[in-house]
Structure formats: C-alpha cells, structure tokens
C-alpha cells in the first residue's frame, strides 16, 4: 500500500511539474495598447531608427499581424476604440464617430458627454452609456465577480472612456484646458494615486518649461521626403497659450505622459497582484502634430514613432519586471486611419475643389419648399451626413423612401459628390461590397438618412465649424501584435477584421466575448 501511494504521489508530482512547465493559464494581466494612426508602412519604413526593446522586440517575440482591416467605412478614434473593445461595428455598437446630430436635443452629441455626471479635474460630464454593446471589460467583470481591478488611460477621453467600457474602476484622459489627468463621476471616487500625480506633477506644472525637439540627430529622420522642411524642429508649447494642451496631446511627447500614469497605476492599483486577471488600456499617438499635413511635418512623424518605440519598450519591460512576461498578455493595435491632409499644391494640377455641406444642405431644403410647400424638411447635418426632419414628413404625408431617393438625385448632380447613400439603400443592398462597409458604419439611432461621398483631394467644409477635411482614400494597413502569455513567435500574412480582435483576447482569458462580437477568435501558436 505504501509503495502504491508512494507511486501515485510520484506520478501526481511529475505530473504537476509538467503543467508548471506547459501552463495553459490565463494571464493575470493583459494590457492593450490602442495607437491611434499608427501606420504598419511606417513601422516597417522606420525600423533602422527603433531600439531592440520596443517595436523590434514585438516583430521578433510577438504573434506579428499585417493585413488588418476595419469592418465599416471612415473610422475615428472613437468609432476605432468601440470597434476594437465591443468587436462590432458601429451598425451595432452605436459609436458612428466622435459627435453625430441628435435628433431629441436638435444639437450636435458628444459619444461619451453625459450631463448626469461630473467632471473631475474637468468641467465635461461623461459616460460610456451611449454604447450599446458590452466591452471587453464589462465581460471581464462579469466573468470575475467584479473582482478584476480595470482602468482605462488615453489622451483624448473619447478613447478613454470607450475602452473601458460601463465596468471600468476608472477612465482617465488629459483636460484640454487645465493640462490635468481628469475623469468623471461615473466611475466613482478618483483614486488618490491620480490625485497625487497631478498635484505634483502635473502637465501644468511644467510644460510651460518644456519643449519638443527630435530624440536623434535629425539627419537620422530620412524616410520620408518633402519639400517643406529643412530638418530640426523647436516647439515650444507655452507659445501656443491656451491652445497648449491640446497641441502636446498631438505631440510626440504624449505618450511619455501616459505612461507616467500608467506606471502609478500599476505600482498602487493593485493589478497583476493575484490569480484574478485584470486589465489596462493604453492609448497612445502616432498621428501627425497639429493635425498638420505630412509633408509638413516629415521630422516630427519620424520622432514621434521613434518616441513611442521608446515607450512601448518601457511599458513592456515595466509589466515584465511586475508579472512576468508569462504572466502578461500584450496586445497593440491601431484606430485604423490617419487625419485628413492639407490640400495639394496648385502647381501639381491635382484635381480638388470644395464641398460646403450646410450650403447643400440649405439648397436641398429649398429644393423640397419649391416642390412641396414651405416647411423645415432638413433637421441637420453633421460630418457627410444629412438628417430630414421625419416630423414635417408626416405633417405633409411625404413618403420618407420618395423624399429619399428624390434627395439623392439633386445632390448627386452636385460638385464635388461622387456618391449619395440612403439609409434605405444601406440597408437593402448589403450584399454589395462597397454598401458593406458602408452599412456597417451606419446606425438606425444616430446616423443621418443621407451620407454623402465626397470626391478624392476634394474638401468637405462647414462654415459654422470652420471644419475642413480633404478626401483620401488611401488604404491604411492596420497591424496588430500579441506578446507574452507563453506565445510563440509567428507572422500571419492571411490579414485580419479588427472585430476579431477582443474574441481573441477573450478566448485567451476564457470568458465570454462581448454580446454583439460576431467575429472568430485568430489562432495563436503556444
């Protein structure tokens, strides 16, 4: 009996060892990293400028993914992070963009302003209650009892807030104004290790000393060609005055700042700690600064990688030294587009023209008096889209599906409109490829009934908001990485639906994925 149990412990033992060494387990941090504008050609276009420990460790450890791809049409950083976190597409989660008219107020909406609920460090109300879908987050939650710790950081608090879905212990993003990390009453109490940050280190406490100029020697940043610059840049915030704020959240030096809080929030949060996994988002900046053209800031683009590189490096060996790179799962992803340029000089005889949309939208109300009577029979418009005013509609007994398609062939003889999409035609022709795409960045609650198509190198503009953006319809390849968790090294060419990606992640953690995510999980070697 002895020599049995003596037997049996023995098996039990190495069979024990044996898991120790294969561990199927969940990781007991995963941190997601959502850039947003990161470009995989300009990874690959700057990687002699990279360290060992940043990108580089990623391409040669990490699970490398290329040929990725956004579900819907136009994306936004706010349409992108919803997209990335719910692993659906607006048609579902409802974030079509960062504003849209409102139909109830008369107004334009924010995604995430919410006025049941305070600023902290901040004037904005804000919530992520406008989602429609749950989050990754929201089902870590769900699946741990409410034990898993998740916080949310980014720049903007559109990124912020949407990532960290309805269950986030905190949500936290940099105020335009006053330079503080701020957050919102939704989440509860602000954590004292936030309020410390900012009473002692706080953006406003020293940008006004601080300045951008490149990390390497300008003669380095050679990728990118324009005749618009000379080389070295000097930008000093305090010159931008009340602007300051918002500039540096375009900078090359954001990310830095992000993970200055990301660092204290690890080290006082709590995460990683135990068997219950948690979650931290980071969003960082790969976009051009100032929202300014390329070509007008080929050095600045270069130094900003060169400088989120630095970062990446920074918050994978912080993690590591934490949890152990076992015990972590990474993954890094991007929103998918790049702001509008500037126009194209003259000189080059690119075709271009401008494209005013309240202009049309006024004409295209007078088009309708002149047929059926006076009355308002647009409600508003916003971005390329225009909303009718159903109430007239029914005051007249107009046929809505008429009024549509009457609206699409007066604005379809317009300058500068290649393309008039009904919501009735998106919802009917869904087997075409380009209505797809389309489609699935409407949404029957808050999208206009008309979206326009502007011309390539055309600029749609609004008078009221002095917006202006010029068309481009330049492919921007999405990447995404995973690292750590035991993963193996691999690269996966097949390409990829950035709506995949929380299924997958969800998997890992073995917990359900989001209720409105339909996309399957990507195999990852271990």
């Given at each position: 009996m002895?020599?049995?149990?003596?037997?049996?412990?023995?098996?039990?033992?190495?069979a024990?060892?044996?898991?120790?060494?294969?561990?199927?387990?969940?990781?007991?941090?995963v941190?997601g990293?959502t850039?947003?504008?990161l470009?995989?050609d300009?990874?690959?276009m700057?990687?002699?400028l990279?360290?060992e420990k940043?990108?580089?460790r990623?391409f040669?450890?990490?699970?490398?993914?290329?040929n990725?791809?956004?579900g819907?049409?136009?994306?936004?950083?706010?349409?992108?992070?919803?997209?990335?976190?719910?692993?659906a597409?607006?048609y579902?989660?409802?974030?079509?963009?960062?504003?849209?008219?409102?139909?109830?107020?008369?107004?334009?909406?924010?995604?995430?302003?919410?006025d049941?609920?305070a600023?902290?460090?901040?004037?904005?109300?804000?919530?992520?209650e406008?989602l429609m879908?749950?989050t990754?987050?929201?089902?870590?939650?769900?699946?741990?009892?409410?034990?898993?710790?998740i916080?949310?950081?980014?720049a903007?608090?559109?990124?912020?807030?949407?990532a960290?879905g309805?269950?986030?212990?905190?949500?936290?993003?940099?105020?335009?104004n006053?330079?503080k990390?701020?957050?919102?009453?939704?989440?509860?109490?602000?954590?004292?290790?936030a309020a410390?940050?900012?009473?002692?280190n706080?953006?406003?406490?020293?940008?006004?000393?601080?300045?951008?100029?490149?990390?390497?020697?300008?003669?380095?940043?050679?990728?990118l060609?324009?005749e618009?610059?000379?080389g070295?840049?000097?930008?000093?915030f305090?010159?931008f005055?009340?602007?300051?704020?918002?500039?540096?959240?375009?900078?090359?030096?954001?990310?830095?700042?992000?993970?200055?809080?990301a660092e204290?929030?690890?080290n006082?949060?709590?995460?990683?700690?135990?068997?219950i996994?948690?979650?931290?988002?980071?969003?960082?900046?790969?976009?051009?600064?100032?929202?300014?053209?390329?070509?007008?800031?080929?050095?600045?683009?270069?130094?900003?990688?060169?400088?989120?590189?630095k970062?990446?490096?920074?918050i994978?060996?912080?993690?590591?030294?934490?949890?152990g790179?076992?015990?972590?799962?990474?993954?890094?992803?991007?929103?998918?587009?790049?702001?509008s340029?500037?126009?194209?000089?003259?000189?080059?005889?690119?075709?271009?023209?401008?494209?005013?949309l309240?202009?049309c939208?006024a004409l295209l109300?007078?088009?309708f008096?002149?047929?059926?009577?006076?009355?308002?029979?647009?409600?508003?418009f916003?971005?390329?889209e225009?909303?009718?005013?159903?109430?007239?509609?029914?005051?007249?007994?107009?046929d809505?599906?008429?009024?549509?398609?009457e609206?699409?062939?007066?604005?379809?003889?317009?300058?500068?409109?290649?393309?008039?999409?009904?919501?009735?035609?998106?919802?009917?022709?869904?087997n075409?490829?380009?209505l797809?795409?389309?489609?699935?960045?409407?949404?029957?609650?808050?999208?206009g009934?008309?979206m326009?198509e502007?011309?390539?190198?055309?600029?749609?503009?609004?008078?009221?908001s002095?917006?202006?953006?010029?068309?481009?319809?330049?492919?921007?390849?999405?990447?995404?990485?995973f690292?750590g968790?035991?993963l193996?090294?691999?690269?996966?060419?097949?390409?990829?639906?950035?709506?995949?990606?929380i299924?997958?992640?969800?998997?890992i953690?073995?917990i359900?994925?989001?209720?409105a995510?339909?996309?399957?999980?990507?195999?990852?070697?271990?």
């Amino acid at each position: 009996m002895k020599i049995f149990l003596k037997s049996f412990l023995s098996v039990l033992f190495v069979a024990g060892e044996i898991s120790a060494q294969n561990p199927e387990s969940v990781p007991k941090l995963v941190v997601g990293i959502t850039i947003d504008q990161l470009r995989y050609d300009y990874i690959e276009m700057f990687k002699p400028l990279f360290g060992e420990k940043g990108f580089a460790r990623l391409f040669r450890e990490g699970i490398v993914c290329r040929n990725g791809e956004y579900g819907f049409s136009n994306p936004d950083k706010a349409s992108a992070t919803a997209a990335i976190y719910t692993g659906a597409t607006p048609y579902v989660n409802g974030i079509v963009g960062r504003k849209w008219f409102d139909r109830d107020s008369d107004k334009l909406a924010g995604c995430i302003d919410d006025d049941k609920y305070a600023g902290i460090y901040t004037m904005r109300g804000a919530s992520p209650e406008k989602l429609m879908t749950t989050t990754l987050a929201d089902e870590l939650k769900i699946a741990t009892g409410g034990k898993s710790i998740i916080y949310s950081i980014a720049a903007d608090a559109e990124m912020a807030v949407l990532a960290g879905g309805r269950n986030a212990n905190g949500s936290f993003w940099i105020n335009d104004n006053n330079g503080k990390w701020s957050s919102s009453t939704y989440y509860g109490e602000f954590p004292g290790w936030a309020a410390r940050y900012n009473d002692e280190n706080g953006l406003d406490l020293k940008l006004d000393t601080m300045a951008w100029k490149a990390l390497k020697n300008v003669s380095l940043y050679k990728y990118l060609t324009s005749e618009w610059e000379d080389g070295a840049f000097d930008w000093n915030f305090k010159n931008f005055k009340k602007l300051k704020y918002s500039k540096f959240k375009t900078s090359g030096l954001v990310n830095e700042e992000i993970n200055n809080l990301a660092e204290i929030c690890l080290n006082n949060s709590g995460m990683g700690t135990d068997n219950i996994p948690d979650l931290l988002m980071l969003a960082y900046n790969a976009g051009n600064f100032d929202d300014r053209s390329t070509i007008q800031c080929i050095y600045e683009i270069q130094d900003t990688y060169v400088r989120l590189d630095k970062e990446l490096a920074r918050i994978m060996s912080l993690v590591e030294k934490k949890v152990g790179s076992g015990n972590v799962l990474f993954f890094v992803t991007s929103t998918g587009y790049v702001n509008s340029e500037m126009k194209d000089l003259s000189k080059y005889n690119i075709p271009s023209g401008e494209f005013y949309l309240n202009r049309c939208s006024a004409l295209l109300n007078m088009f309708f008096m002149a047929k059926y009577g006076d009355g308002n029979y647009i409600e508003g418009f916003y971005g390329d889209e225009i909303y009718i005013n159903r109430k007239t509609l029914e005051e007249k007994k107009l046929d809505y599906e008429k009024i549509l398609n009457e609206a699409s062939e007066f604005l379809i003889t317009f300058d500068g409109i290649a393309d008039v999409f009904t919501s009735k035609r998106l919802l009917l022709d869904i087997n075409i490829p380009e209505l797809y795409f389309k489609r699935n960045a409407f949404n029957r609650e808050r999208s206009g009934d008309i979206m326009i198509e502007i011309l390539p190198g055309w600029s749609s503009r609004d008078e009221n908001s002095y917006v202006n953006n010029v068309k481009r319809l330049e492919f921007v390849e999405t990447p995404l990485f995973f690292w750590g968790n035991g993963l193996k090294a691999d690269k996966q060419e097949a390409g990829f639906r950035v709506e995949q990606i929380i299924p997958t992640v969800s998997k890992i953690l073995r917990i359900r994925s989001p209720n409105a995510a339909a996309g399957h999980p990507l195999l990852l070697k271990k």
